[in-house]
């Protein structure tokens, strides 16, 4: 809008005919004086608008905002008017001109800007306010410049007390030094993410915080989580969590104890009345050989016990060798028929393809009669058992551990028995728990499964529900087929006894040594007895030509047997060493170390064989 006054007595002169749009009629405004232009400002800017008017008199050229009230409707709307003066050549004032511009708009959004500003800076505060969590406004110095309430209900620090103060007056002592660090990383906009550390509380004990940053220019804004009643139950769990495993530890080595010594007292039974019958001077000869094979028949149950043991507990000493699957699970299924008896039908799904597994094949074997076995019982003797083999496959997720995509031989067993409640599958594998009734079974047979899967870097899966049978499938590492047809020779049957071979026996055991000595001898060897590995070491010499053999217990204290034998090998690489052991963790991971292994309890029959085998029947006088 624009508008041309005289600058004598500030008479409107002309009006551009935009001011009727805002104004309303402009000719009243043009006939009347200057009276008539101020009834329609608003009477809060009257005031603003004529202290403007002698400025512009004065040919100045000025700038003021007031208000109008519109006499049709009484809208309200914000002018914007510019006066400056108008000269003529001689550069005198003639007139004053001006522009009128209608911003009522432009008010309109500016007050909603506000507004919003407000609304927002009013939440922001209550935020601030009511905030649960440490709010932080930290220079990169470390001194605060602004902290919330809850300073006061967290750490009951004042916050007025707390800002201007530095971080380093409120961390605890021991995280000073990584707070300065985590500060220093902030504050390069590298934002932390979960960063503990402990404040001390106004009553002096620790508080666990944990932080999150954001850093714009030399200031860090960041808020903090207690966590310290989260850690404190952290520490309860896991405390708990212990204890429980303690707890569970000595309940699974109680049943392990009392299972052990059910069936030993049951096998040392059997030998004590068979011992004692063989005492008597007017035995028979048929009951002195009834009881003789009786007490040879027990050391071979205790034997088997002790090994599903050792082999559930991962430390049966394995003889691994290649071979495949295919070939010897027909050759088992075979045996199953008779394991299972004649109302079970056994099924076999076999790939044509060889699949080559490295293990202990007899450890498998018998890995494989004990499912079966418990799938008779499951079936009560009566069903279909299925025995499938797939190569090439990766292990899955078993039990919490993590799956293995290595190529893994699965061979899995299916029965259609009454299937595994779900309170009692977890529980399957442990060592003499079982489901079946007194003198039924010892609870070791998927012990020793367990086991034999475990040290041979597999693993035993199962899957089953009650009234739909159950699946136990063994995942092996799978091997080459050039590594699985490896040949192998066959060694010759030994002679019974010896002819005269001297042969260094090493045993810690009194009772052990002496034994061992006195079968050698009774079976026509010469024998020397050290009672460790330096007495042995010492007995051989500087060249070990005094002895053909040596037959060292694993287990001593000092240099345990395969070390004895790594230093002979070094020392007289001529000089075979036969390893004894019932139990060895060492063996149990490496196997032989490359020795021949005697398992006790053995025969002297065996002994003898494996000397002769070493020895090549050589030596003697």
């Known amino acids: 809008m624009l508008w041309i006054a005289d600058p004598a007595g500030g008479r409107l002169e002309w009006l551009s005919p935009a001011y009727e749009r805002v104004w309303g009629d402009r000719r009243e405004l043009v006939m ?19 202290a403007a008017m002698p400025r512009l008199l004065s040919g100045e050229t000025h700038t003021v905002e007031y208000r109008i009230v519109r006499p049709e409707d009484g809208a309200v709307r914000h002018i914007r008017d510019t006066g400056f003066p108008i000269r003529d050549a001689e550069g005198c004032l003639r007139h004053l001109g001006g522009i009128a511009q209608d911003v009522t708009e432009e008010h309109a959004r500016e007050e909603a800007l506000e507004r919003r500003i407000a609304e927002r800076t009013a939440e922001r505060d209550r935020v601030w306010r009511n905030s649960r969590d440490l709010l932080v406004v930290v220079g990169v110095d470390g001194v605060f410049r602004a902290v919330n309430p809850a300073w006061r209900t967290i750490l009951g620090h004042d916050p007025a007390e707390v800002v201007g103060r530095s971080f380093q007056e409120f961390v605890w002592p021991e995280d000073d030094v990584v707070t300065r660090t985590a500060l220093s990383y902030a504050a390069t906009d590298d934002d932390l993410t979960a960063f503990e550390n402990r404040y001390r509380h106004e009553d002096g004990t620790p508080r666990w915080i944990s932080w999150h940053t954001a850093t714009e220019g030399d200031i860090v804004y960041a808020y903090g989580r207690a966590v310290t009643a989260e850690k404190e139950r952290a520490v309860a769990l896991h405390e708990a969590e212990e204890a429980l495993r303690q707890s569970q530890k000595l309940e699974a080595i109680g049943q392990l104890t009392g299972g052990v010594a059910h069936d030993f007292n049951n096998l040392l039974t059997i030998i004590r009345s068979s011992v004692d019958f063989l005492r008597r001077p007017d035995l028979a000869e048929a009951r002195k050989a009834r009881y003789l094979d009786a007490v040879s028949d027990t050391v071979d149950r205790a034997a088997k016990l002790t090994g599903q043991l050792l082999s559930f507990a991962r430390r049966q000493a394995l003889k691994a060798e290649a071979f495949d699957l295919v070939a010897v699970l027909r050759g088992v299924a075979e045996m199953l028929d008779t394991v299972t008896g ?19 094949r007899s450890q498998f074997e018998t890995a494989l009669v004990n499912m079966s076995v418990n799938a008779r019982v499951a079936m009560d003797g009566e069903g279909t058992l299925t025995l499938r083999l797939a190569c090439g496959v990766g292990k899955p997720a078993i039990r919490g551990h993590a799956p293995a995509p290595e190529p893994f031989a699965a061979v899995s067993m299916t029965d259609t028995g009454s299937g595994i409640p779900a309170d009692v599958v977890g529980r399957i594998f442990e060592p003499f728990f079982t489901t079946k009734e007194v003198g039924k079974g010892t609870g070791l047979g998927l012990s020793q499964v367990f086991g034999f899967a475990k040290q041979s870097g597999g693993d035993v899966d199962v899957a089953s529900a009650p009234g739909r049978g159950s699946t136990f499938t063994l995942y092996l590492p799978q091997v080459d087929a050039a590594r699985g047809e490896e040949l192998r020779t066959v060694e010759p049957d030994a002679a019974d006894g010896g002819t005269g071979q001297r042969v260094l026996v090493v045993e810690d055991n009194v009772e052990v040594g002496r034994f061992a000595t006195q079968i050698l001898e009774d079976l026509g060897y010469e024998t020397t007895w050290a009672a460790n590995a330096g007495e042995a070491l010492a007995h051989l010499g500087p060249d070990g030509a005094g002895f053909d053999a040596v037959f060292s217990d694993v287990v001593m204290p000092g240099m345990n047997g395969v070390e004895l034998a790594r230093e002979i090998r070094r020392r007289f690489p001529s000089l075979p060493v036969v390893l004894a052991s019932g139990y060895s963790h060492v063996l149990a991971q490496e196997g032989g170390h490359g020795f021949e292994l005697l398992h ?21 006088p």
């Open 32 to 50: 009347g004086d200057l009276g008539r232009w101020a009834s329609l400002v608003h009477p809060d800017d009257r005031a603003r608008a004529f």
């Open 342 to 360: 004649a109302r079970i039908r056994v099924v076999t799904e076999l790939p044509d393809a060889p699949c080559f597994v490295r293990a202990d």
């Open 600 to 620: 006790k309890p053995y025969s002297a029959r065996q002994l003898s064989h494996i000397l002769q085998r070493v020895t090549g029947g050589r030596g003697g």
